[in-house]
C-alpha cells in the first residue's frame, strides 16, 4: 500500500518528456533558415535552384501546419481540461499560431510565384516573406517554450504522448518519413544527440538504413545554393 502510494507520488510528480516538441522546432527554425540562406543567394534566372527551394517549402509548410494544429488541437485543450489556468496561454498560443499561420501564408504565395518566375521581384518577395516568417516563429516559439511547455510537461502523460505518437503514424507514410528524417536531419546538425534519442528506436534504425537519403536529396541541393 504504502510502495503504490509512494509509486503515485512519483508518477503525479514526473514531468513528461518533451524532446519531441523541442526537436520539431529545432527543425522547423533550422529548415526555415536553410531557405531564407538560399532564397538570399539567389539570383534571377536559376530556375533550378528555385525549384529545388520550392519542393524543401512546400514539405517546411506542410511540417508547420501539421505542428501547429497538433499542439492547438491535441495539447493545448488537454492542458487547460486539467489546469483551467492555462486557459489565458492557450488564447495567446492559438492567436500566435494564427499570425504564423497568416504569415506562411504569405510566404507559400511568394514562393509559389517565384517557382513560375526567379526574377529579382520575385526574389525580393520571397526573400522578405520568409525573413517575416522566420521572425513570427521565433517570436512564437520562444513565449510557447517559455509559457507553454512547462505547463504541458507538468500535466502531459506518458498516454497522451502515444496518443501523439499513434497520430503520427496515422500520416500518410511518405510524409511521416520525410518529417522525422528533416527532425533528424537538423538535430544531426545541430549535434542535438539528445534530441536524435527521442525519435523510437525503430525509426532511429529505418533512418540509417534508408531515410537519412530522403533527406539528403531534398536538403542538400538547397544548402548548395550560395
Ligand atoms: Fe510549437
Excluded at 59 to 70: K, P, Q, S
Excluded at 127 to 146: P, Y
Excluded at 189 to 202: E, F, H, M, S, T
Aim: charged share 30%; hydrophobic share 45%; proline share 3%.
Amino acid at each position: 500500500m504504502s510502495a503504490d502510494l509512494h509509486h503515485n507520488d512519483i508518477t503525479a510528480t514526473r514531468e513528461a518528456d518533451l524532446r519531441r516538441f523541442h526537436l520539431a522546432h529545432l527543425a522547423l527554425r533550422t529548415h526555415a533558415d536553410d531557405i531564407c540562406r538560399a532564397l538570399a543567394a539567389l539570383r534571377p534566372g536559376e530556375v533550378e535552384k528555385a525549384a529545388a527551394i520550392g519542393r524543401l517549402w512546400m514539405i517546411y509548410e506542410a511540417a508547420a501546419r501539421g505542428h501547429d494544429v497538433a499542439e492547438s488541437a491535441l495539447c493545448w485543450p488537454v492542458v487547460v481540461e486539467r489546469d483551467p489556468s492555462f486557459a489565458e496561454v492557450q488564447a495567446d498560443m492559438d492567436k500566435q499560431h494564427q499570425v504564423v499561420d497568416e504569415q506562411a501564408r504569405t510566404a507559400s504565395n511568394a514562393l509559389n510565384r517565384l517557382a513560375e518566375e526567379a526574377c529579382r521581384a520575385t526574389i525580393a518577395d520571397a526573400v522578405e516573406a520568409m525573413a517575416a516568417l522566420r521572425q513570427g516563429i521565433e517570436d512564437h516559439f520562444i513565449d510557447e517554450e517559455d509559457r507553454a511547455f512547462p505547463r504541458l510537461a507538468a500535466t502531459f502523460t506518458d498516454e497522451d504522448l502515444d496518443a501523439l505518437e499513434r497520430r503520427r503514424h496515422r500520416m500518410p507514410k511518405d510524409m511521416r518519413v520525410m518529417f522525422i528524417a528533416a527532425e533528424d536531419g537538423a538535430a544531426r546538425r545541430a549535434n542535438a544527440r539528445d534530441l536524435v534519442a527521442a525519435l523510437p528506436l525503430g525509426d532511429r534504425i529505418r533512418l540509417a538504413l534508408f531515410w537519412r537519403r530522403h533527406y539528403r536529396k531534398i536538403v542538400a541541393p538547397v544548402l548548395a545554393i550560395k
